[in-house]
């Protein structure tokens, strides 16, 4: 699972062409920490099909915000660059970010 920054955000995840999905976490998020290791299984599981990112929103305030990332944890899918769907707080649950994933392979 790649780490996107402020930096590497655009050309990984807005450059990209094709599927990528983006893990937006936070420190201190307890349902991030809650989540994580079910999105880096899905990273082994379907890594082959999509691309994965995840990205600190604690240090990267401003990009988080750009991208509309209001409330934590958000799992979005971004195809050749634009967000198409997004699971947000309850809503991402692991077998409603598999079933998600599952739609774009």
Request: aromatic content about 8%.
């Given at each position: 699972?790649?780490?996107?920054?402020?930096?590497?955000?655009?050309?990984?995840?807005?450059?990209?062409?094709?599927?990528?999905?983006v893990?937006?976490?936070?420190?201190?998020?307890?349902?991030?920490?809650?989540?994580?290791?079910?999105?880096?299984?899905?990273?082994?599981?379907?890594g082959?099909?999509?691309?994965?990112?995840?990205?600190?929103?604690?240090?990267?305030r401003?990009?988080?915000?750009?991208?509309k990332?209001?409330?934590?944890?958000?799992?979005?899918?971004?195809?050749?660059?634009?967000?198409?769907?997004?699971?947000?707080?309850?809503?991402?649950?692991?077998?409603?970010?598999?079933?998600?994933?599952?739609?774009?392979?």
């Amino acid at each position: 699972m790649l780490i996107c920054d402020k930096t590497t955000f655009e050309p990984e995840v807005l450059q990209a062409e094709g599927i990528v999905l983006v893990d937006f976490f936070g420190d201190q998020c307890v349902p991030c920490e809650a989540l994580m290791p079910h999105i880096e299984g899905f990273d082994e599981k379907y890594g082959d099909k999509i691309k994965f990112c995840k990205l600190n929103t604690t240090k990267a305030r401003r990009l988080a915000i750009g991208q509309k990332i209001m409330g934590l944890p958000v799992i979005a899918i971004y195809k050749d660059g634009e967000k198409v769907e997004e699971l947000v707080k309850d809503d991402a649950t692991p077998e409603a970010v598999e079933a998600m994933i599952q739609k774009y392979i």
